[in-house]
């Protein structure tokens, strides 16, 4: 499955791609013959603890403990923070298997994971950002992994949700620039509102990368890595996209839309930190 996504084995390895098989205590097994308290193992956010009303019909028994194996028949990404130390994991279900519960699953928050504090990819991306003095933001694993493989090493992902704060504070560690690479979809474009007031807020300097063709990274290097390269060397300042995007979306000779306009960007601008950028 990976290899018809378009990663080789360099990235497999790098990354540290793996597998969860199919059954309900393979971990358990493998943690608790190792020696460890599966009070413990809980608390990594990787068992789920059963209660009659989340126990699944499946064709496995589940062994009689309080908990089950979080990660079932799933192609496992490791989720590192700055240092390679792997603090979570994010799950995708395999290639024909049921995707209609969640296409991928993460750790849940536990002792050392925390979502809002960590970027997918940052302790691989960090020395390029440095380099490049910029970040490239994206969705999701695949679009960090497929960027890197194609050459953009300072990407990271915020993992299917908006920037927060915490990550912020984090990236301005190494570049006070960042650019924008979310899905083009609704949902993305929502992400990349939301991203965006809370770089204002914190008077970071922000542009979106616009792709030509593909919905997001990993497919447009898939199918065309020159110009996914050529798409990240021409990204515009992000209050440009916003107008840009607002024009072609409403009439400013209309009073309707002129008013949804003004609404749409002031509501953005009242974010920023700069107060000579704001006026």
């Known amino acids: 499955y990976l290899r018809t996504r378009g990663l080789n084995s360099e990235s497999i390895k790098d990354f540290r791609l793996g597998y969860a098989p199919s059954g309900w205590d393979n971990l358990i097994k493998f943690l608790t013959g190792r020696g460890y308290n599966i009070t413990d193992i809980a608390k990594t956010g990787l068992l789920v603890e059963k209660n009659s009303a989340n126990i699944p019909n499946t064709k496995y028994d589940i062994q009689n403990t309080k908990y089950y194996d979080r990660f079932r028949d799933r192609i496992i990404f490791p989720v590192m923070d700055a240092m390679g130390q792997v603090v979570g994991f994010s799950a995708r279900v395999a290639p024909g298997g049921d995707e209609s519960q969640a296409k991928y699953v993460n750790t849940s928050e536990a002792t050392v994971y925390h979502k809002s504090k960590v970027l997918y990819g940052l302790n691989r991306a960090k020395q390029s950002i440095k380099n490049e003095d910029s970040v490239i933001i994206v969705e999701g694993n695949m679009d960090v992994i497929a960027a890197h493989q194609a050459g953009i090493k300072n990407t990271v992902a915020v993992s299917g949700t908006a920037l927060t704060s915490e990550q912020v504070d984090i990236l301005k560690r190494y570049t006070n620039k960042v650019k924008m690479l979310f899905d083009m979809d609704s949902a993305g474009e929502k992400a990349t509102e939301r991203s965006a007031e809370i770089c204002f807020q914190k008077d970071v300097n922000v542009s979106v990368i616009i792709l030509s063709g593909g919905k997001d ?54 974010n920023f930190g700069n107060d000579i950028e704001k006026s």
């Open 217 to 270: 990274a990993a497919e447009m290097v898939e199918k065309d890595k020159k110009n996914f390269i050529e798409s990240v060397d021409k990204s515009i300042p992000i209050m440009e996209y916003f107008f840009k995007q607002s024009f072609e979306k409403y009439n400013p000779d209309k009073a309707e839309d002129k008013k949804t306009i003004a609404g749409r960007l002031l509501n953005i601008i009242k």
